[in-house]
C-alpha cells in the first residue's frame, strides 16, 4: 500500500464509505456493488471501483463486495481498530462538548487527559476527567504519550501550542482553532475544522432571491 | 450564472477562496495570481482559473486578481451579506456551544431563536436567548421565518423534526445530528457536519507502525 500516492479526495471520501457500509451492515444487507455505493455517495461506479483499488482488492467480479468484509477491511486501512492516546487542549465550551461527545474509541482513540491555562478550570471535572494544567503538559506528555492533541484553544495560541507538543512527540492535531495550523506534514498531520465552511456552503445553496 | 451546473468541488473550495483572499486583504496585499492562490491552496494555476470562471470575469491578463475586489465577490456569491434569520434547534451541550460561539453575521445569517424539546433548559439563557419549547415553534416560524435551522439534537428526531421546519417554511438545514438527513435538494438544502470523518482521516494518516 503506497500511503503517499493516494490522493487527497481518495482519503476524504474513505471515512463515507465507511459509514455506508456500517449503516448497510446494521441494516443486515450482506452485499453490495460499486454501482450501489456510487449511487448512494453520489459517484460513478468506476470512481467507487477506482477509490478501492488504491487500497487493495476487495470486489469480485459478478459478486461485488461483501459488505462486512469490506467494512472491516476500511476499519482497518483507517486504523479504527487502535487505542491510541489523544489530549484535548482547551476546556472551555468548545473542549467540554468534545470530550463529552466525541467517542473517542470509535475512532481509534481513547481520550486520555484534558488541559487548560486556566486555573479557575483547572481540577474540574470533565467527562470523567481532572482538567489540568498546561504547566504539567511536559510531565503528562513523558508518561502517556499522546499521539494526538485536539486543540480547542483560542486561535492566538494555537500554533505556539501545537509547536510545543509537536517537541513532546504528538504526531497529529485535530485542530478547532479558527486558523490553518502551519506544519510539516511529513512530521505531524493536521486536520483544521472548520465549521464556517460548512456554513458558507449552506449560506451559498440559499436562494438568491431572499 | 448557472449555480446547477457548478460542481460539489467547486462550491466546497468557495470558502477556502474566501477565507485566504480575507487573510491577504488583512495582510494589505492588494494583488495575487492564480498560481500564488494555488500553491496556498494546494491546486493547479489552471484549476483556480476554472473554479473562479464558473462564478463570472475577475483576473486580468498580466494583473491577476484585485485581493479586495475579488473577496468582496466571493462575499456576495456566497451571500455573506445578508442578514437571514436562522434558528437552532436543540439547547444541550452542542447547540450551546454553536449559540455561544459561531458568528452567524459573518455568513450572512443571524440567531433569530433557539429551541428545545426538554422543559427543564426552556426559559434559560443562551447566547442572548430564552429557550423556547417547541411547542411554540409553528408560531415562531410564522413570525420569523427562519430560513435555516442548525439541527443539535439526536439523531432520532433529526429526520422528523426537519420535515416539520421544512413544512414550516425552512429551506436549509445544518444538520450537527449524526445522520444524513434525507431532503429533496430541489426543495431544501442540507449540509450534513460529521465531525467523526474528520477524526477518521486524521486517524488513517496517523503512522501505521504505532
Redesign the interface.
Known sequence: MQKASIS??V??R???Y??FLSQLEEAGIERTSSRELGVQL?LTASQIRQDLNCFGEFGQQGYGYNVSALRRQLEL????N?N?PAVIVGAG??G??IA???D?G????RLAGIFDIDRRICGSEIAGFTVQHMDTLEEFCNETEP??AVLCIPQEAAQETADRLKDLGV????NFSHCDLDADRSQV?V?N????????????????D?
Chains 1, 2 share one sequence.
Open positions: 487527497e479526495s482519503i476524504r474513505l471515512p463515507r465507511y459509514r453520489g486501512i483507517i486504523g479504527l487502535k491510541r465550551n468548545l467540554k462538548v463529552a461527545n466525541i473517542f470509535a475512532y481509534g482513540f499521539l494526538i504526531k497529529g492535531f485535530w498531520q486536520e475544522v472548520h465549521l464556517g465552511d460548512s456554513l458558507m456552503t449552506l449560506s451559498y445553496r440559499m436562494p438568491k431572499d
